[in-house]
């Protein structure tokens, strides 16, 4: 439920970004926090009588997180949050520097692997609850509403999706839900296994894969163009061309054009190649200039696909 000033616009608009701050990380990582309880399952504190869980046991889990997120932020040997310090006479604060996308696998490890508690039952001779889990995790589905109002709340652009997995938000993304069914429906497995892939590392928060998505999408391009096997590249992609403008020679023109265009930015750009006399990608927000351009052409170029 929203509050007065929300429903009504009454609050200033908070920046979107994809950058986490510390205040970010710390309520992101208390909502995880949250959820420990849910992981005791994996990392029993076993209770003194030998019979059952009481609990998280978070030297395990400590000791478990040094291998699975090596990264993940840390005080005195213990997963935490970072801090921000204005130290006395210091005009600037001393900011703990962090990884913010080992937070990022940090919701994914807890999402995925949090287990439903079945009972819980009151120990009084030991004074705690002894636990009990099935293989369920419904719990799953409150943690993904919890991360995504906490996402929402500190302006971030990501989401934890249904398939337990941190996505980020393109605010000028063209790609849909109507584009991705199209993808899957291609019949030409090569095409299409590569599309999948570049959308699949397009809405991954790591830069990488972002980098990555571009030179799938920018390889799936390239492999459009040899569509119809019967015919040599040129003559296949003049094809598509044709049945995209449906025969009207300035639509011809048009996308004969942005065909070109595209193939010279693949060549040009350190995008498919990586020759020193290629120009350099260094602004991260480029890529998704790249990505949407070239899926715009290959998004309606399949819908002709015979």
Known sequence: MSLYTERHGMRTPIERTHSISIKAYSRLFDCCSRYFEYLAWRYPE???????CCGLDYDKFDMDMEFEIPTLFRRNGRISKPQSIQLPFED???????????????IEFVAQNI????RKSYHSFFRHDDLFFGETNEIAGKFIEEINRAFQQ?????????????ERIEET??????????????KEPGLRELLIMAVQKHKSPYPNDQKDAVEKIWDAFERLKTYYTNKNKRESADQIIGDMADG???????FTAEFKLLTEIGNNYRIRHHETNKIDI????????????????????IQYLQ
């Open 46 to 52: 076993e209770c003194p009588d030998g019979n059952s």
């Open 154 to 166: 500190t302006g971030l652009l990501y989401q934890l999706t249904i398939n337990l997995e941190v």
């Open 92 to 106: 600037e604060p001393i900011n703990d520097k962090f990884d913010q996308y080992a937070l990022i696998d940090l």
């Open 282 to 301: 260094t602004d991260i927000r480029h890529y998704d200039y790249f990505f949407n351009r070239c899926l715009a052409l290959i998004g309606t170029a």
């Open 248 to 254: 009207k020679d300035e639509y011809i023109e048009l």
């Open 173 to 186: 993304a063209i790609l849909t839900e109507k584009m991705e069914k199209d993808i899957r429906a291609i």
């Open 115 to 118: 287990r439903d508690i079945t």
